[in-house]
């Protein structure tokens, strides 16, 4: 696969007013928009017909990094402001960029109906176990007995499994990756991009400064080693004992569906009514 | 413009749909006709009694006028979704009551600083909390003005019948396009579930108000500026290619993030509110009855207007000098004209269904020249004329007993 050098990226979609960005040194989520903005640029999608969504956190700060029409919302509501603008113009593609507490704890039930409908959205989620910009709090995804500021003896409670909860509410493509596997999650992007539906890529992203350094992985480098060693391809979790996989995160692509997406359904369901109403086409 | 570019297909499909004529219906129904006929075409809410019979009718109309309905998760991704479709030039709509309005108050501080226009009902009903659910009540005066934080101008409207209902819930949209603003409809649940008749209007005798587009690509470089010296910014909808960004956080007229720059702030939020103080004229309405020789003056709005106006003709009838002003926009309150009526009037009654809300207002604008008395009534029973004129008749012996003194 030929890579663009980055700063021709950098040159096509960034916004350079608004450089440089908020990330500290050695976050992941500059990687991550780099492969978002990679797979846009890949699949030669129009500018013009993407809106960018996204609440609160780090990683909803990209929106205003982008040269795309953007909608920098409320914490937790991005996918509910997607639904509105999805619905009332299914021509544009909507791009949610979300953190981990964003999406799963204030943003939950948003998440969930927004997958259970099957909203034609693509979401690229932001994993980094913390809320990093808050400085550093245990988050629904915090695995347990590691260390937030509000956590300081370890988390007591069970992290959500984001993946595992969208395959479970429907959605039509799930994957996870690392910021490490770059190549996949170039590829698994894409492959979000170009279907219908809801479509999530979740990746697993350093955050040296807020989580990292309390649970002595202090630099972007070390937590990327980390994920090497707790991270199993889903191909190879298959055989693998709940006892092996215990304190294992899997990735790979976890569903891969075409189930009829929340626009093809309201177009569906506005012929139903004509036809049962006998309204006039 | 109704909707995006099908004006004329829109109005043919309003006629045929709705002829022209008398129906009889509830206040809630008023209201989502009203809508349609303003041109709103995107619906997201929660069901909650009042307020649940807006949603069906919507539910059941737009899909006939190519619109859209989603039943959203809660309220506060009913009003998200509504910022969202507004931002791709649908006017739109949603609707709820004192519980479900508390939780859209997040994100109407959102529409507020990012001059998101949409229509926001409240039909108000019985609390706090959950209440008298199924009675109605005027208890939501302040929460409208105040209710999500922050410095902020709201414009909010207040129906008294349901065929007014219908006509405030156009005039809502107008407004709300015109400047930008997210508008309240504040209605009760009374007035929601009372049936009525009222005159159904062709679409062409309505008039209706579209948001400023950018003229050119330099105009649409600032959605957050003054581009016209009228306060107003035109509005670049998504999909354009103006690659507009617009967030909650304090922006630049580019609308681009500047939260550290103190002038950027002041500018921005200080222009917010200028743009609807500049313009109050044309946002104030209100009615008079009997004010040219007042003694008696009766402030009341909402379901509580019209026992007024009953108590106020049974009180001349008795040769008591009554008169009424019913404030339809509520908010920005329109104290001058009370504070001029105040200075031929002995004392000023309040009716309302809370426990003295408006009045508030009322004393922020007349102080100590006139007594100001409350008439309040709550438990979810409508004020009776009886009610009021008994107000009114005591206020008159006691300020007879006065001027004997």
């Known amino acids: 696969m030929y890579l663009k050098p980055s700063y021709e990226i950098r040159e096509k979609y960034l916004r350079k007013d608004m450089l440089p960005t908020i990330f500290c040194p050695g976050c992941g989520i500059g990687a991550v928009l780099q492969y978002t903005l990679r797979a846009i640029d890949d699949l030669g999608l129009n500018q013009d017909e993407i809106v960018w969504v996204s609440g609160i956190g780090c990683s909803s700060r990209v929106p205003g990094y982008v040269d795309f029409d953007g909608l920098h919302t409320t914490h937790g509501r991005a996918l509910a402001f997607a ?38 959205v693509t979401v690229i989620l932001i994993n980094n176990f913390t809320y990093g910009m808050t400085g550093g709090q245990v988050a629904p995804t915090t695995p347990k007995g590691l260390k937030g500021t509000t956590a300081p003896y370890g988390s007591f409670e069970n992290p959500f499994d984001i993946a595992e909860l969208a395959v479970a509410a429907g959605a039509n493509y799930v994957a996870r990756w690392s910021v490490f596997n770059y190549l996949q999650g170039i590829n698994s992007i894409k492959k979000a991009l170009q279907k219908r539906g809801f479509t999530l890529v979740e990746f697993l992203s350093q955050c040296p400064i807020s989580f990292g350094r309390r649970n002595r992985l202090k630099t972007g480098p070390e ?30 692509e976890f569903v891969d569906r075409d189930r009829p997406s929340l626009i093809e359904e309201y177009k569906a369901y506005k012929k139903r009514a004509k036809k049962m109403m006998g309204w006039e086409e | 413009m109704i909707i995006r570019g099908d004006e004329p297909e829109q109005i043919g499909l309003l006629k045929k749909l709705y002829p022209k004529g008398n129906y009889f219906m509830q206040g809630d129904e008023a209201i989502a006709y009203g809508a349609l006929f303003a041109g709103c075409r995107f619906y997201a809410g929660y069901p909650i009694t009042p307020a649940s019979e807006i949603a069906e ?64 009902v409240d039909v108000q009903r019985s609390g706090p909390s959950t209440g008298q659910a199924t009675k109605g009540a005027q208890g939501d005066f302040f929460q409208a003005r105040w209710g999500t934080h922050g410095d902020h101008p709201i414009i909010a409207i207040s129906p008294t019948s349901v065929e007014d209902s219908f006509w405030e819930t156009i005039r809502a949209f107008n407004l709300s396009e015109k400047f930008r603003i997210p508008v309240i409809l504040l209605a009760d649940g009374i007035i929601g579930h009372t049936r009525e008749q009222i005159r ?206």
């Open chain 1, 83 to 120: 639904t509105g603008i999805k619905m009332a113009n299914p021509d544009l593609k909507v791009i949610a960029f979300m953190g981990d507490g964003d999406a799963a704890a204030i943003g939950g039930n948003h998440l969930i109906h927004a997958i259970r409908r099957n909203l034609d």
């Open chain 2, 200 to 405: 159904i209007p062709d679409p062409e005798e309505v008039e209706i108000i579209y948001r400023k587009l950018p003229a050119n690509e330099e105009e649409a470089k600032y959605p957050f500026g003054d581009v016209h010296g009228d306060l107003v910014p035109p509005m670049p909808l998504f999909g354009n290619g103006y690659f507009t960004h617009v967030t909650g956080s304090t922006h630049k007229e580019n609308g681009l993030r500047d939260v550290y720059t103190p002038e950027v702030h002041d500018r921005l939020v200080r222009r917010l509110h200028k743009k609807i103080e500049v313009h109050e004229k044309e946002i104030q309405k209100w009615e008079e009855y009997y004010t040219d020789d007042v003694e008696i003056l009766l402030v009341s709005w909402g379901v509580s207007a019209r026992p007024s106006l009953g108590a106020v003709i049974e009180a001349r009838k008795r040769g008591i000098k009554a008169g009424l002003i019913v404030p339809k926009t509520v908010h920005p309150f329109p104290g001058k004209r009370i504070r001029e009526l105040s200075k031929k009037a002995h004392v000023i009654l309040v009716p309302e269904m809370n426990l003295g809300q408006m009045i508030l207002e009322v004393q922020r604008f007349v102080r100590d020249e006139v007594p100001i008395i409350s008439v309040n009534k709550i438990g979810g029973v409508p004020l009776t004329v009886e009610d009021i004129l008994k107000e009114i008749e005591s206020s008159a012996e006691r300020s007879r007993h006065r001027s004997a003194d």
């Open chain 1, 223 to 252: 937590l990327i080693k980390w994920y090497q060693k707790i991270t199993v391809p889903i191909s190879k979790a298959k055989n693998m004992s709940p006892e092996e996989l215990e304190g294992k995160i899997v990735i790979g």
């Open chain 2, 57 to 120: 009718t919507m539910a059941r109309e737009l899909p006939k006028l190519k619109g859209y309905y989603i039943q959203m998760e809660d309220e506060i991704g009913s009003i998200a979704a509504v910022v969202g479709a507004s931002w791709t030039g649908l006017k739109s709509m949603t609707a709820t009551s004192g519980p479900g309005f508390s939780l859209m108050q997040e994100n109407l501080g959102y529409a507020v600083f990012t001059e998101t226009p949409l229509v926001l």
